[in-house]
């Protein structure tokens, strides 16, 4: 998975060295077959120098959950297999799905167990559980019963992770966000907040509220904030200060991949 040139000091953050244009790709939320037809378009307009940048929500309801995770190794391979290719050409951030997961696989751990769960299972996460041979109904009961029983439970999940080639590296890979070099381009899954410093940001990445379309001002200095998650699915929108690209794939949109140039400005867009 990406090595230490796809890092900054702070390996919550990757960093995008030396990129040309970068293309950022928004919420997946387990389309699978979206995402190979959007891999074959962008494939046939990768450049020299192209970076990309997955934004998050790579789970969630569509369904094929294991096939998605496949199709983003396979796809950072044929990036990585071209000449001169790098580990650090491919980022992948945590979205709020990959997020929760980690959640339920620590679910032992919750003062509240069975809360959660329900959360959870509120959030979408059941696809997820399902995709890695879990049943969700005996995860509730596994909350009744104890700690100890819940560890059994989140073990076989955790266990049938392991066994899909390449599913655990991709999970222990996911970056808060992404930046480039010259600090033009900063890449979240969801938001950020304005009050906050980039270091403390916490979980501001997937549950903040702000809608950075509205930024008024640079954030820490970034000519552009480039988010994957727009609640109200709009699509490919510009703002001064930022820029959403989330279609609604998943939820019975598109799947969008808009291409940056490095002073900011979108150079190319693939939907499908």
Known sequence: MPDRRARTADGRFARLSAAGRIWAVAAINGEARRLARLHDAVSARFQKNDR?????????????????????LDFRRRVLGRPGGRACDVVFLRGT?????QKLLQLQFSPSPGQLLEWLARAGLETTVRA??????????????????????TSALRTAMNATPGHTALFAALRHTALTDDRGLLFVHAAVDPSRPL???????????EDI???????EGFRRVVRGLDRERRGLVEGEFAVSVDGGAGEGGRLIAACFGSDGSVVDLAEV
């Open 213 to 219: 379309l509205q930024l008024t001002d640079s954030f």
């Open 132 to 153: 890695y041979g879990g049943d969700l109904q005996q995860g509730f009961a596994a909350c009744r019963d104890g700690a100890q029983t819940i560890t059994r439970w």
């Open 52 to 72: 990309v940048v997955y934004l998050g929500n790579y789970l969630g309801r569509s369904g094929a959950v294991v096939e998605t995770i496949d199709e983003l």
């Open 97 to 101: 799905q990959e997020e929760m997961w």
């Open 199 to 209: 270091a403390a940001q916490g979980d501001a990445f997937w549950w903040g509220r």
